[in-house]
């Protein structure tokens, strides 16, 4: 029987794009022939995997986890919306955000972290999903948000599961009030944040290059009226004054009344808002004809 070295193990992840136990399981299995491994994997269905990595997950899931003060959302991609009705994965993306608590929210920590319940890491239990479920997968991104006192509370927008669905937002509150009242309000500005979908915090934080944009266009509209340069100063003023009420939370219309500011809310409710963040499932990904999937499957069966 051959020696199951780390270096024969390497090889058959590299090899087969299985995880670690998983190759370690499978070279033991074959006294540590490699060529058998990989055949062990193949009928396991465990060395599909690398075969999948190439193609576009824009679908899935966002999940959240909370604890006291703390809370964390992850975005976990597959191909299909078919798999997010899937439990295994709805599990995954539970158990992910869970992590994320703990270790922060850079993928690959999150990645190098042992997965609850089992003898692999995060990456690896991705992989051994992928290859049960038959999908290319990924954890795109994560966030994470703390209080030194208060909540950060969280919001699914149409939710397939207490704390999944394709919209989540998280806000930090900040107060020494009760904490099931700042729980309530930030359970409301996160509906907030989910439908006006703000770009920042405060104007102090707006992005300095889409404000200069934001001014250059204003200033050049203004220009085309033919107003004095004095005139079309002032104009501009008053559309970014309206340009921040469209792209910072605090001055945003609160959508629960459709008068009141949000500041003003926050502000008589004796809180802070000192962070939030919003993932909605998929943006910015760049997805492909809707067909190719479809095609790809009809092919390998031999239909197409």
Request: with cysteine; glycine share 8%.
């Given at each position: ?203 102090d934080n707006v992005d300095p290059a889409a404000l200069e944009r934001e001014k250059a266009v204003l ?86």
């Open positions: 029987m051959a020696e199951i070295t780390a270096a024969l193990v390497k090889e058959l992840r590299e090899t087969t794009g299985a995880g670690m136990m998983d190759c370690k399981k499978a070279l033991s299995e074959t006294s540590g022939d490699l060529e058998a491994a990989i055949d062990w994997l193949r009928k396991k269905g465990l060395s599909a995997a690398a075969k999948k990595s190439g193609r576009v997950a824009a679908e899935g899931l966002v999940g959240v986890a909370s604890a006291p003060q703390i809370a964390a959302m992850v975005e976990v991609n597959a191909e299909t919306d078919f798999v997010a009705r899937n439990e295994l994965f709805q599990a995954f993306v539970t158990e992910t955000a869970r992590v994320a608590l703990t270790v922060g929210e850079d993928v690959e920590a999150i990645k190098a972290a042992p997965y609850p319940g089992t003898e692999r890491t995060v990456a690896e239990q991705l992989t051994h999903l992928v290859a049960t479920i038959g999908e290319n997968m990924n954890i795109r991104r994560a966030r994470v948000l703390s209080v030194p006192q208060g909540v950060v509370a969280s919001y699914i927008h149409s939710p397939v599961k207490p704390g999944l669905g394709k919209i989540g937002v998280l806000v930090a509150v900040e107060s020494a009030s009760e904490i099931s009242a700042l729980e309530t309000l930030g359970r409301q500005v996160g509906m907030q944040v989910a439908a006006a979908n703000p770009h920042s915090l405060d104007t200033t050049e509209q203004a220009r085309a009226s033919g107003k004095p340069e004095a005139i079309i100063e002032k104009m501009v003023e008053g559309r970014i004054r309206k340009y921040y009420e469209e792209v910072v939370l605090l001055e945003q219309v609160w959508v629960h009344d459709g008068e009141s500011r949000v500041k003003a809310i926050v502000k008589n409710a004796g809180a802070k808002l000192t962070g939030f963040a919003r993932f909605q499932l998929g943006e910015g990904v760049e997805k492909g004809p809707e067909s190719d999937f479809a095609a790809e499957v009809a092919a390998a069966a031999g239909l197409a």
